[in-house]
């Protein structure tokens, strides 16, 4: 048989040409709740500060795809059983990862269902083209929540050194031009080995980790946790915020997207089981949903809204200040003062309740190896070692500590 006939070729900027296997994995791929990825940015509001970061959630899926594609061929190498449906249903949990992703990705993620996170709804849709697929997707949900005997299959899709993450820094460097986050993937894939059931890294591949848990440090720091993106991230909340508080009051802004104001009026929650209307819809709203109503309550009677949603499509922003400390009650009050008397000078009269759509004080954690509970292990003389006591890594240690930062995000005439 044609060669052609057998696989599908996309053309990846980050890891070259990725062949897919025809069959379940290519079904998936083409199904609408995996084609609606492409309608969400990988990065949420990033492109705002790093204009090329226009990735979407697919391209990602695709990415860790492919990754794990490598490394379970280079497993079998190895001489690790991996039979052809758990190597299938690995693929589909890789792919399948992030497919309960909502708009802007992570930055909407608990404004339009309460008690959840997208990790919830990715399991939800995996159950629901498991019945579509007649059980097809069986051992790959058993992979994606640690039900599977082999519990290295699982690691691969989520641990401290998974494939998810492997491409999520190189993809996330290369379109934001962050030379930083670049990392050594396939001198980490090549170095993957199975011991005692679980992954570990042979002593050859040390480097190239220490490289990639310094990379996701910097990354964080540099791309996902940039003061202009808090600062976006407020804002768009912010707008969220508003329209629900106009929906409990009874003064509505008019909605051009039917599904989004479903859960902003219903306001659904996780805590019960997500059903198959409630995936349904979900599956149906991407980041243009969250455009087209912007846009349209730009034009709000309510002058809050239409001034936070001007501000949001001009780029328009707030500024975002780190703290030393936790704000003081002082800090809070002459904030809070001086936030009236710019917003009245630009023409803007709020009440006490309603200054709080223009600033926030926040906190933020970074941890770039968090070896407690999760480890990296790195194979020496047939004997697993935690990375961060392994030899020549004295210093990753370092980075095992968490960072955390307090910080405002007010108006931009303001300083603190």
């Given at each position: ?6 696989y ?16 379940n ?9 995996v ?93 629901e ?107 768009l ?39 198959r ?37 001009n ?8 703290l ?21 000078k ?42 961060s ?23 931009k005439e303001?300083?603190?």
């Amino acid at each position: 048989m044609d060669k052609s006939t057998r696989y599908k070729i996309f053309n990846d900027p980050v890891h070259g040409f990725i062949t897919v296997p025809k069959g379940n994995i290519l079904k998936l791929i083409d199904h609408p709740y995996v084609q609606r990825l492409r309608r969400i940015r990988q990065l949420g509001l990033g492109y705002l500060v790093f204009p090329a970061a226009e990735h979407s959630r697919f391209s990602h899926a695709i990415g860790a795809l492919e990754l794990g594609q490598r490394v379970l061929n280079n497993l079998r190498e190895k001489d690790t059983t991996i039979s052809d449906k758990e190597l299938e249903g690995t693929l589909i949990a890789l792919l399948l990862h992030d497919v309960g992703h909502g708009p802007l990705s992570h930055t909407l993620e608990h404004s339009l269902i309460k008690n959840f996170n997208h990790e919830m709804m990715s399991l939800a849709i995996m159950k629901e083209l498991n019945e579509q697929f007649n059980g097809a997707l069986d051992t790959a949900i058993a992979i994606f929540t640690n039900q599977y005997p082999k519990a290295f299959l699982h690691q691969l899709v989520s641990s401290q050194l998974d494939l998810d993450r492997l491409d999520y820094l190189r993809r996330d460097s290369f379109f934001t031009g962050v030379s930083e986050g670049t990392v050594g993937i396939n001198r980490i894939l090549k170095t993957m080995r199975v011991f005692n059931g679980n992954i570990v890294i042979e002593k050859k591949g040390i480097y190239a980790v220490e490289n990639y848990i310094i990379a996701r440090r910097l990354m964080y720091m540099q791309v996902y946790l940039h003061k202009t993106v808090l600062s976006a991230d407020v804002l768009l909340r912010n707008i969220f915020r508003r329209v629900s508080e106009l929906i409990e009051s009874g003064k509505e802004p008019e909605f051009t997207s039917p599904n989004l104001e479903y859960f902003l009026k219903e306001q659904p929650s996780a805590r019960k089981k997500i059903d198959r209307k409630t995936i349904e819809l979900y599956s149906s709203i991407d980041d243009y949903d969250i455009y087209q109503n912007i846009k349209k309550w730009q034009d709000s009677k309510d002058l809050i809204l239409s001034d936070l949603c001007s501000r949001f499509l001009n780029r328009s922003l707030f500024r975002t200040t780190f703290l030393d400390k936790s704000p003081t009650k002082k800090l809070l009050s002459e904030l809070r003062e001086k936030t009236r008397k710019q917003l009245l000078k630009s023409g803007l009269k709020v009440s006490d309740d309603e200054l709080g759509y223009y600033y926030k004080f926040a906190q933020d954690k970074t941890e770039a190896y968090r070896y407690k509970n999760d480890s990296i292990w790195i194979l020496e003389n047939e004997n697993a070692i935690e990375f961060s006591k392994a030899a020549d890594t004295k210093n990753i240690i370092a980075l095992t500590e968490p960072v955390v930062r307090n910080y405002c995000v007010h108006l931009k005439e303001i300083t603190l």
